[in-house]
């Protein structure tokens, strides 16, 4: 019996959106107010989906507990309350746009989960734009 | 990298549901309360998803600006405050069930929209009911 | 021990916002969209307070159900899936603002509840826009 | 014209996790507070899904009514207000998680739902757990 | 420059409303569905304010840390995952209505909460009832 | 009859919190990781309530529009993707807690809005964060 168990959880962080290989004015005309030298900031809205078949004996798919704890260690304690292009080093190089984020989400669960999971993550970065990245 | 994007939007407009190759009574027994020959209305709640790849050279799957400007001229500017049953061309002879406006919706964007992406559109027509329609 | 208990409801509605004393122009340049003489609609989310003692003997402040037949019965049944404009006789020579709108619940559910309470009306005319009305 | 809809509902119920043929001592090794035998409480949030083709006639996919009354009838009259474990046959033998739950009122209403319908259950137990269910 | 700072929290917990001096059939009549004698239960959302004047070296009115403690320690430790009825001392002879629960926590937390501060209440039973409580 | 008619608004931006005349570590003692030299940032959700008499002649608190224009002049067009503490002379000397940052957009409005009405700001700096000021 497959179904998909969902755990939300929530984060804060600054963001600029910008490549190191542009210049400034193609960085503005692309990125718009995102490019802003400053940085601004989110609330990510964080949405973790895994799917698999339920475990007879328990009727568990997983214990909720574990993803929590997986989330806390790999997404909150990594961007929470950071600066995602200076202090995340997979935006080193990487414009951390809500697709990216997504994508570097995902990769850093899909590491220490279970590998009989299958792993989708819903990631709003206002209440009006999200994503939806399934590897 | 396959990912999908989504924008909200709104609009509210006035309708009634009835078919006009049907008689008062049949329209009735049909669609109750909705058939209200004086209209009446709803505030509509919009998803539009747009799936494709993510451009690896900014990092957007598409400048979420670009679709903000579809929805304003193909949903908001045609369908807001209006009377769906008298004032919209495409429900002139189609009930403004949500399944058929989802689908209006979904034609109207998918005509100037990239043909590289996948759409889907969600409308909510009160907060209890809500349709998904992919093409 | 005086508190506060609310209980949520729901309806949609057409209507248009326009005085018949002024002449079309003027109705056009005050209300704007919303002078659509097709009728536009909304769902109108309603929360509504009472405000007295907690009964010691139940710890109740009002038995709920009671409040949500009150609600169905002076508010649903009266404006659910209606024209205000045109059906509703509170709006014949009243404009159906969500101002007035808030007002005319008001009166209704004062009239049929116990004294001794308190009443408050909050009203959402659409996701961002909403009144609080305490009499 | 395939297209998904949905309609909300709500209930609420009080459940614990063990199973009968484990000791006190695993019982709550695996389940933890939600072994807790005083039982504890949700208030269920679910969105039923049906999906199939548009009925070209009356541009209804499933007249809601009908919908509403199968999710009134085998849901909210079998669990609202219940004791999952000791109200609720299908949790005799059955641990009641989310995910059993799900599977339960996925299997009730497919009894009952025309067979031309594809099946969606979205079951949250908390607002920040929840599961989707397909068969 | 007075201002009310709120924290919202999460418990759920099993009840049934009754009264031990009352017979069952007086006890049925009075709290219906809510007096099932197994038990039924809810997700209740509690948002606390406070009241005061903005401390103008640090610019907070409290530090909402210290307010998410004492709302840990006093309300989900003793609430969460519990029967009501059975294991919290407070609803030993007091009903567990939702106006109760309200003034039970709003007691809890002003005996330690620093007594400069106003302290205000908001419990949600369900998504459709709640009550505001304020000493 | 007096109301008090509400707008909801939304902006993001980067902000840390820290006072100059204080050293690294006191500013980390009281302000924690919301005190990280990088910034970190939030979606600000913010509510407008304005308070006053009906206008017997349009049925209107205020035009909404005129609130929405001031909402979009003084705050968006002033704080949406920025950083506080760099490019809003507000907070040059003030720190930007959810606390100040109320305080500055409630004198930011009452300076342009009409003098008949009261104002009051809701702000939103997480989900389970807010504050409410009312001058």
């Known amino acids: 019996m497959r179904i998909t168990a969902y755990r ?14 542009w210049d400034d004015k193609k960085n503005a005309a692309i990125f718009g107010k995102c490019n802003n030298p400053h940085y601004h900031g989110h609330n990510y809205d964080l949405t973790v989906g895994v799917t698999g078949d339920i ?6 798919l997983i214990d909720l507990k574990i993803l929590k704890d997986i989330i806390k260690k790999e997404v909150e304690n990594a961007l929470d309350h950071k600066n995602l292009n200076l202090e995340v080093p997979e935006f080193k190089e990487l414009n951390p746009t809500v697709e990216n984020i997504a994508v570097v989400i995902y990769n850093k669960i899909k590491r220490v989960l ?9 990631l709003y970065e206002t209440p009006r734009n999200f994503v939806v990245y399934k590897g």
Chains 1, 2, 3, 4, 5, 6 share one sequence.
């Open 8 to 21: 939300k959880a929530h984060f804060n962080a600054a963001h600029r959106l910008y490549r190191q290989d």
């Open 55 to 60: 475990d007879p004996e328990t009727g568990y």
């Open 114 to 122: 279970d590998e009989r999971f299958e792993l989708e993550i819903t």
